[in-house]
């Protein structure tokens, strides 16, 4: 079992896309196992993203994270990084194949609906930025 953190993106909240969303990810198999909305700061976007923060996209970026709430959760199964990903679809809709979070519910490569971790490794970390252990919840049936 893995886990990785998943954040639906202010356009898809905004959007009502929320329970589509999620309907995608436990029908493939990806178990919620904390979830919450949040009404990122400028500081906490900045940090979040921090590994983009040299890129000409940066501002931008931070901008429409913080122009609307988000819900952010950690998700959990078998290969959970990498099922998500293929979920999601490519970064740009444009090139994401059809069925995928991103060509059903994305507009643009700067508004694209949702957030995935990209490794084992950042998951556990972005998984520590937005959710403590009692918020983390074990599946028990
Ligand atoms: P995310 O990290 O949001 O899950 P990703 O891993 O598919 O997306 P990254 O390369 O990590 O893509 O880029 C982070 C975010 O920055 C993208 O989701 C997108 O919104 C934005 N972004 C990436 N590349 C560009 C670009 N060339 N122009 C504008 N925005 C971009
Ligand atoms: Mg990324």
């Known amino acids: 079992m893995e886990r990785t953190l998943s954040i639906i993106k202010p ?11 999620i309907n995608i990810f436990e029908q493939a198999g ?19 993203y921090a590994i983009h923060k040299a890129r000409p996209f940066f501002g931008d970026l931070v901008r429409f994270m ?3 709430p988000v819900l952010v959760m950690a998700l959990e199964g078998e290969d959970a990084v990498a099922r998500n990903r ?18 059903l519910f994305a507009k643009t490569i700067d508004e694209n609906a949702i957030h995935g971790s990209d490794s084992k490794e950042n998951a556990a970390n972005e998984i520590e930025f937005f959710f403590n252990n009692i918020e983390l919840c074990v599946r028990t049936r």
């Open 66 to 68: 913080i122009s609307g």
């Open 86 to 103: 293929e979920l999601m679809g490519a970064t740009n809709p444009k090139d994401a194949a059809p069925g995928t979070i991103r060509s």
């Open 11 to 21: 356009d898809a909240v905004a959007n009502n896309n929320i329970g589509a969303i």
């Open 30 to 48: 990806l178990a919620v196992v904390a979830a919450k909305m949040v009404h990122l700061s400028q500081m906490q976007a900045e940090d979040f």
